[in-house]
């Protein structure tokens, strides 16, 4: 049994669980979260107390059931954080987020880090500049914003790995704009050619929106479903080593959460494995979306560039 294990916690934003083959989906291609999930204790039936993003944050950042009191708004001064208290017991605790509010107009979702890295681009309908403007530099997956998140993590951790440590990282992707690359797109929709839509917060009918412009925003959001579990588990080549070869890292328990997709996985220390059948039904795929052919066992590796 390990002691005082590192910790490394991974949150993506709007992640829905019944869009992973380990919650039940057989269409979706999410091979390297799936097979995390086979080595890891999965609660089939965990919610998010809050909600939307910043109250979900709250509460993994506080412990606390955020609703009853505060909303929306910067972090309570008078609540301890959890890598705060860590810091204290002596372990270095290390933010690396790309969702936008963490320390946006004093909102203060970085107190009790050692240290802390926002990794700027996502924007949101307030902040269409900076969105624009990062999106002018990608070249190549690799500028994606989870691409570019999960990289930092990665090389924070090739730094850090023989330290005691809690690495907190959080992607706002698969939110929207979903704009990943678009062969990940391309399993969900037929002869895709780069289209985008913006969803419709609301019923898409009286918004103008045709079932073509829903089941586009389906395909463009697994996309970026697929696009996520690529880099958040395992796939990059930072992980892999510290996931098998230091003993530290080898004793970390990465913890995977969405803030609306009902999803929680933890490793066991020991390697052991705890399974449960999820019990949601999957829905059924929108019209025209391919069937679920294609082998799980394979994936986007071979056009990464």
């Not at 700027?120 to 990062?134: L, V």
């Not at 895709?192 to 089941?215: C, N």
Request: proline letters at 8%.
């Amino acid at each position: 049994m390990i002691d005082r294990p590192n910790v490394v916690m991974i949150v993506a934003d709007t992640f829905r669980s019944d869009r992973l083959g380990a919650y039940g989906n057989r269409w979706i291609h999410t091979p390297y979260l799936d097979e995390f999930a086979r080595q890891s204790v999965v609660f089939d039936h965990h919610t998010v107390s809050s909600f939307p993003t910043m109250p979900a944050r709250a509460d993994y950042l506080t412990g606390t059931f955020s609703y009853t009191h505060m909303g929306w708004e910067p972090l309570p001064r008078r609540l301890a954080t959890l890598p705060q208290i860590l810091s204290r017991a002596g372990y270095h605790t290390m933010g690396v987020v790309d969702t936008p509010f963490y320390i946006r107009n004093g909102f203060g979702y970085d107190r009790g880090f050692d240290d802390f890295l926002w990794v700027r681009g996502q924007g949101d309908d307030t902040r269409p500049h900076e969105r624009a403007d990062m999106r002018s530099t990608w070249r190549s997956e690799e500028d994606r914003m989870v691409a570019r998140t999960m990289t930092e993590a990665e090389r924070w951790l090739e730094r850090h790995y023989d330290e005691r440590f809690f690495l907190y990282v959080d992607t706002w992707d698969p939110h929207e704009p979903w704009d990943a690359s678009d062969y990940y797109t391309a399993r969900y929709r037929e002869r895709y050619k780069g289209e985008q839509i913006y969803p419709a917060y609301g019923d898409w009918k009286r918004a103008g929106l045709t079932q073509d412009d829903v089941d586009l925003g389906h395909a463009t959001y697994c996309g970026e479903v697929t696009m996520v579990d690529f880099w958040s588990d395992g796939s990059s080549p930072s992980w892999t080593p510290w996931a098998s070869g230091r003993k530290r890292w080898s004793s970390s328990p990465p913890i995977t959460a969405s803030t609306s997709g009902s999803t929680v996985t933890s490793v066991r220390p020991s390697g052991s494995t705890t399974r449960r059948r999820p019990s949601q039904r999957v829905p059924p795929r929108p019209s025209g979306w391919p069937s679920p052919g294609y082998s799980r066992s394979s994936g986007p590796r071979s056009t990464r560039s």
